[in-house]
């Protein structure tokens, strides 16, 4: 039996309602079912995950299926454990609630071999994780430039280089060259993994053609959750990589900051009261105006409030994932005598 020539490798925890979706979405793409086996790195679910797997596998054996146990329980240990049990010569990172189009694997595969770049993926259609007013927002919210700035991967409308790619393919050779994911990054592994393969002289190529669907937070607390997380483990990745930091990543920690000050200060000084007032009017409003635009695009008047709380939540938690993140250092090398 020939090896197949792309192994698309899911991270997957408690995704019954999507996995399906996943697996037939990959099985229809214009690549070549015979050309295509799926890895899935599941971390212990406790819903019908796997169940749904192996229902999935019966009724459809021309898709190989691989399923390994992700006893870690985090994305990078899913993504190296699937490395490890993959066959083909190309790697196609994707996710457990991410559906890709048809071509995707294509595409991808084109691009590699054009030599594009070496970490190859596309944008992403941010779908709501649930079909609530808040949910829609957050979708919009997640490709808003107040909330994203200048995230490619969800934004991008020409093909070009980036720093980073959700979903991305590469060659399977480029893993021997540069190592694999880091298992002491639970977040933030993807961006690690690229900024290592820009330091070799690699490129990260996006291409908008390349489309696949994301399904959103369905809640504020579940997005606050989210966005604590990403800024708590980019200033992990930033002691390692100072020189990554980004605008859109640097803003929310600075906003929080200042913000903060200003309350302290209030507490001695009227004017900084002042102060706090205007930049909090302000940025609301700043926000309600950004608004406008898709409210009306989409003809969801509730978007206006929507869209500027799911923004408002994504700046301030992952701002305070960042500073709670860099307190916590500062204590531990107090406590250990530094």
């Not at 919210?141 to 200048?150: F, I, Q, R």
Request: net charge positive; hydrophobic share 45%.
């Amino acid at each position: 039996m020939r090896s197949p020539l792309v192994s698309v490798i899911i991270p997957c925890y408690n995704e019954e309602a999507t996995i399906c979706g996943v697996l037939n979405a990959i099985r229809d793409q214009t690549l070549s079912v015979s050309d295509v086996e799926v890895v899935i790195a599941d971390g212990n679910s406790t819903d019908r995950t796997r169940e749904k797997i192996n229902e999935f596998k019966k009724t459809h054996p021309e898709l190989p299926i691989k399923l390994v146990e992700n006893t870690k329980r985090i994305i990078p240990a899913a993504l190296n454990l699937g490395l490890a049990n993959a066959a083909g010569e190309y790697i196609v990172r994707m996710d457990g609630h991410t559906i890709p189009a048809t071509d995707y694997l294509e595409k991808c595969v084109l691009a590699l071999k054009a030599g594009k770049g070496e970490n190859v993926g596309g944008v992403l259609e941010v779908k709501p994780g649930r079909n609530t007013w808040i949910a829609r927002s957050i979708a919009m919210a997640a490709v808003h430039p107040l909330g994203v700035g200048d995230a490619l991967y969800r934004r991008a409308t020409v093909a070009t280089e980036a720093d980073t790619v959700a979903f991305g393919s590469f060659r399977r050779s480029l893993v021997e060259r540069i190592g694999y994911f880091d298992e002491t990054l639970p977040v933030n592994e993807d961006y690690e993994f690229n900024t290592r393969i820009r330091a070799s002289g690699g490129k990260i190529w996006i291409d908008p053609s390349i489309k696949a669907a994301y399904y959103s937070r369905p809640d504020l607390k579940s997005l606050a959750r989210q966005y604590f997380s990403y800024g708590y483990w980019k200033f992990k990745m930033l002691q390692r990589y100072p020189g990554t930091i980004r605008w859109r990543q640097a803003l929310p920690p600075i906003f929080v900051f200042g913000i903060l000050m200003l309350l302290l200060l209030s507490v001695f000084w009227n004017l900084s009261r002042l102060a706090l007032a205007a930049a909090i009017i302000s940025y609301w409003v700043i926000l309600i105006v950004g608004s406008i635009k898709p409210a009306i695009k989409t003809k969801q008047p509730m978007s206006v409030i929507g869209i500027p709380l799911a923004i408002a939540t994504m700046h301030v938690s992952w701002g305070s994932g960042f500073w709670w993140s860099l307190l916590k250092r500062v204590f531990t090398e107090k406590q250990n005598g530094r």
